[in-house]
């Protein structure tokens, strides 16, 4: 009997990171283009992308995970809670809390400086970040923005376990929306 292959969607699910960091760096890279002429305006604009940005990605990824496993669970009987895309999207977003382990570290002992790279391996909240910590110097940055900062791994398990509880549970969103049900 064919099951769900759970140990692929969590590894698919970790490589989801590397693809929103892939597409983090475009916005990152349009950012930095536009950045001098638009001003705060161009922080907000391609922040608002970035964060867009995870929020695809994975919420495609949690998608088509649920659908696959709706179809195994219903064919097969594959043992899949509809509540698994949490999970995928918890894996997806060690990275992110990783990065900002190392953020806090170096802002509490100051024996290095970790905001560059901080900045580069979380490219799709680069406008956000550099909006809230423009300087280059961890330092510099305030602890709320760091706080701040805390909030925006949490979109890859939100968005994640949305698509799959959507597409797991066979939710139409256009009847929802349209008929208000």
Do not use: C
């Amino acid at each position: 009997m064919e099951g769900y292959d759970k140990k692929q969607a969590l590894l698919k699910s970790a490589l989801k990171w590397v693809q929103t960091e892939f597409f983090g760096i475009f916005v990152f890279l349009f950012f930095a283009a536009v950045s001098k002429a638009f001003g705060a305006g161009a922080n907000i604009m391609f922040g608002f992308t970035g964060l867009m940005t995870v929020v695809a990605v994975m919420n495609d990824f949690g998608l088509k995970e649920g659908a696959k496993a709706k179809n195994k669970a219903s064919l097969h009987g594959a043992d899949v809670d509809h509540n698994f895309g949490l999970f995928m999207g918890l894996i997806g977003m060690i990275p992110g809390y990783v990065t900002m382990a190392a953020l806090i570290i170096s802002k509490a002992t100051g024996s290095f400086n970790f905001m560059p790279a901080y900045k580069l391996l979380n490219a799709m909240f680069y406008p956000l970040i550099d909006w809230a910590a423009h300087s280059a110097n961890v330092s510099d940055m305030h602890w709320w923005v760091v706080a701040l900062m805390a909030v925006f791994p949490l979109l890859y398990p939100i968005s994640t376990w949305l698509g799959f509880k959507i597409s797991f549970d066979q939710v139409d969103v256009k009847e929802k929306i349209v008929y208000k049900k």
